[in-house]
């Protein structure tokens, strides 16, 4: 049974694995090893062509779900995501709660030309340098489990390595955290990390809150075509979907069903820009 406390426990646990890596591997052993320049491939400016925009996921658990998909393999479903019309491509990089490795994001990436975000719970500058290491493109910083100085100073590590990130909220007054801090990518998570409850109008709901250059991901709860469609009414066009497309039959079709199943109009606040237009005064 899930427990409304899961978030604090998958943060100490957090805590705990970057404590025992940096036993093994000093934080400046790997700060000078993160210095290598590297080719880094944009998440935003993927972001910002215009059309329905997919992150697609590599995913093969959640604590809320389960196994979703145990023998998943990374590269494979990697390169089944670019052939469909994906964006980008995210990788969940926690083992305990998502069955996944660092090596999953490693071979996902070697297996497209797409950017690739490393999709784990950052509790310290350790885990920024290790994205690096890794190859990453992007990040994710979570509002919920980091203060404000601690946002800023995670984003001012990541553009000096050469990483973007995308920052997550879920309620009304990390909102206004995303704006301060200037977040260019801004994820709307759907989903309560502390209940686990999803509520699909989330982001639709907070999107409208943030300024016109802030470039913003629904992610959760992202089921079909439908659920595009309804985001794309809401001014939203750019979707990370993990789980939904890990389940069916076949990952290709899926995504492309997703990104060329319902088109932006200017109705629906597509622009050339890739940013969204949010209706402020709904």
């Known amino acids: ?10 943060v100490e646990n957090k805590r705990r694995e970057v404590e025992r890596a940096s036993r093994q591997v000093p934080e400046a052993r790997l700060r000078e090893m993160a210095s290598v320049p590297r080719l880094r491939r944009s998440l935003l400016q993927r972001l910002q062509r215009p059309g329905v925009n997919v992150i697609a996921e590599v995913k093969r658990a959640s604590p809320s779900k389960g196994v979703i998909r145990a023998e998943l393999d990374p590269g494979t479903y990697a390169a089944a995501y670019q052939r469909g019309g994906a964006a980008a491509v995210s990788v ?8 996944g490795t660092p090596d999953d994001l490693i071979r996902a990436r070697q297996a497209v030309s797409l950017p690739v975000l490393r999709k784990d719970f950052t509790v310290s500058s350790y885990q920024i340098y290790e994205s690096a290491v890794m190859g990453a493109d992007a990040i994710l910083l979570i509002v919920r489990i980091l203060s ?31 704006r301060r801090v200037k977040a260019a990518l801004v994820g709307i998570n759907n989903r309560n990390l502390t209940s686990f409850e999803t509520d699909a109008r989330t982001a639709l709901r907070l999107s409208r809150g943030l300024d016109e250059d802030q470039v913003v991901v629904a992610a959760s709860g992202i089921q079909g075509p439908s659920d595009v469609a309804e985001g794309l009414r809401g001014g939203i066009r750019n979707f990370l979907v993990g789980e939904s497309i890990v389940r069916s039959s076949d990952p290709e079709a899926f995504v492309r069903e997703l990104v060329s199943g319902t088109k932006p109009t200017a109705a629906t606040g597509g622009r050339g820009t890739g940013t969204f237009r949010r209706r402020k005064d709904d």
């Open 1 to 10: 049974m899930m427990t409304t406390d899961v978030l604090t426990e998958i």
């Open 92 to 99: 969940l990089t926690d083992t305990r709660y998502f069955q």
């Open 148 to 178: 404000q100085q601690q946002l800023e100073e995670y984003l001012a590590l990541s553009a000096d390595l050469g990483l973007e990130a995308l920052v997550e909220i879920h309620a009304e007054e990390e909102v206004d955290v995303a």
